[in-house]
Antibody, heavy 126, light 110 residues
Framework: QMQLVESGGGVVQPGGSLRLSCEASGFILTTCGMHWVRQAPGKGLEWVAFIRYDGSNQYYGESMKGRFTISRDKSNNTLYLQMNSLRAEDTAVYYC???????????????????WGQGTLVTVSS | NFVLTQPHSVSESPGKTVTISCTRSSGSIASNYVQWYQQRPGNSPTTVIYENDQRPSGVPDRFSGSIDSSSNSASLTISGLRTEDEADYYCQSYDSSNQVFGEGTKLTVL
């Protein structure tokens, strides 16, 4: 059974940094792409970032470019999101999600999202 | 970038059928698959339709999806509504550089 467990959320001041983790079980990260998606309180879903199954390409949502970095560690089957220069509008629950297509080499930022983790809350406030 | 537009909310009675639309602002709706996610309050999203009209195992056949090129839109139809269908529903698609979610539709079953 595939499972994703996020951690690393918390309260951070504007301009600060935070690294989120997403531990995968039931499948190997290097076989499929992975996403981060966020949801501000009471708002809809916003795609954050995608990393291809082989790590060769990363894609980012427009407001995340230059501030966020998606990466993964094969040795511990964990996905990461490094977030720098955080702003109040980055306050959200951050979900990681698997892209269901195995070994997909198409030139797109992934396909869709399944399964999702339970999310971790990031609050940017002074 | 394109936008996916959904109605903010819909409501219907138990046992009835409801359809939620998702209109793509630019580019063809048929150019990339459309997915639909259900999110109950306090929970993570789950997939109810993928690749326009496919149902994951475990999703009842009361849920169905389709696309219409003439209106450049996708639709999620839920028949035989149950109270547990009450949730937010999001459509999603992508292009060569972005993943896009619709703003979400709150379904009330009253």
């Amino acid at each position: 059974q595939m499972q994703l467990v996020e951690s690393g959320g918390g309260v951070v001041q504007p301009g600060g940094s935070l690294r989120l983790s997403c531990e995968a079980s039931g499948f190997i990260l290097t076989t499929c792409g992975m996403h981060w998606v966020r949801q501000a309180p009471g708002k809809g879903l916003e795609w954050v970032a995608f990393i291809r199954y082989d790590g060769s390409n990363q894609y980012y949502g427009e407001s995340m470019k230059g501030r966020f970095t998606i990466s993964r560690d094969k040795s511990n089957n964990t996905l990461y999101l490094q977030m720098n220069s955080l702003r109040a509008e980055d306050t959200a629950v951050y979900y990681c999600a698997r892209d269901p297509y195995y070994y997909d080499s198409s030139a797109t930022p992934g396909n869709w999202f399944d399964p999702w983790g339970q999310g971790t809350l990031v609050t940017v406030s002074s | 970038n394109f936008v996916l537009t959904q109605p903010h909310s819909v409501s219907e009675s138990p046992g009835k059928t409801v359809t939620i639309s998702c209109t793509r602002s630019s580019g063809s709706i048929a150019s990339n698959y459309v997915q639909w996610y259900q999110q109950r309050p306090g929970n993570s999203p789950t997939t109810v339709i993928y690749e326009n009209d496919q149902r994951p195992s475990g999703v009842p056949d009361r849920f169905s999806g389709s696309i219409d090129s003439s209106s450049n839109s996708a639709s999620l139809t839920i028949s035989g509504l149950r109270t547990e269908d009450e949730a937010d529903y999001y459509c999603q698609s992508y292009d060569s550089s972005n993943q896009v979610f619709g703003e979400g539709t709150k379904l009330t079953v009253l």
